[in-house]
T-cell receptor
């Protein structure tokens, strides 16, 4: 699985958009970009995934650059409950394989 | 509601005792996983199963055992052979097609005294 690089921490004001970047310059053609988050002392929560097109669901939007070497997770209106560690993971699908969680980005939403 | 349940949320055991952590899912997922998370660390895979009555070791299987007698259930036993069992244990499940995103349970925090 390709390696990912994320900032260690970010702050965001409540109600504003939170933009979390991820670099994955060695991504392969069949690898998806996944985003998960983990609120303290809870299990990780799946947010969104994409291959090459931008994706949006009820939780977030995922913007993947045309060369696929980086992506941005967007939480359009951050709330205090969005405070968590956000993990960007790159892997190929199709079989039962582990998710490799790096250190992630600690997002703190400020009131 | 569909989901994954783990029980108990907190578990205390004396050193040298085996302990079994429960994981149940009603998502009709084929694959199930057990991860271990230590403070400030990422997740490490213990065991995974793609089908009933079959499972494979992950990166840190020593001192653990699992069974998959039913599609919905994947219990993990932490044996006395596990040198440092105190950790946060997470169970997950996924389908085996498409992007196969994994869905996680709430976790069990095991403390060995």
């Amino acid at each position: 699985d390709a390696k990912t690089t994320q900032p260690t921490s970010m702050d965001c004001a409540e109600g504003r958009a939170a933009n979390l970047p991820c670099n994955h310059s060695t991504i392969s053609g069949n690898e998806y970009v996944y985003w998960y988050r983990q609120i303290h002392s809870q299990g990780p929560q799946y947010i969104i995934h994409g291959l090459k097109n931008n994706e949006t669901n009820e939780m977030a939007s995922l913007i993947i650059t045309e060369d696929r070497k980086s992506s941005t997770l967007i939480l359009p209106h951050a709330t205090l409950r969005d405070t968590a560690v956000y993990y960007c993971i790159v892997r190929a699908p199709g079989s039962a394989r582990q998710l490799t969680f790096g250190s992630g980005t600690q997002l703190t939403v400020l009131p | 509601d569909g989901g994954i349940t783990q029980s108990p949320k907190y578990l205390f055991r004396k050193e040298g005792q085996n302990v079994t952590l429960s994981c149940e899912q009603n998502l009709n997922h084929d694959a199930m996983y057990w991860y271990r998370q230590d403070p400030g660390q990422g997740l490490r895979l213990i065991y995974y199963s793609q089908i009933v009555n079959d499972f494979q070791k992950g990166d840190i299987a020593e001192g653990y055992s699992v069974s998959r007698e039913k599609k919905e259930s994947f219990p993990l036993t932490v044996t006395s052979a596990q040198k440092n069992p105190t950790a946060f244990y997470l169970c997950a499940s996924s389908i085996l097609s498409g992007a196969d995103e994994q869905f996680f349970g709430p976790g069990t925090r095991l403390t060995v005294l």
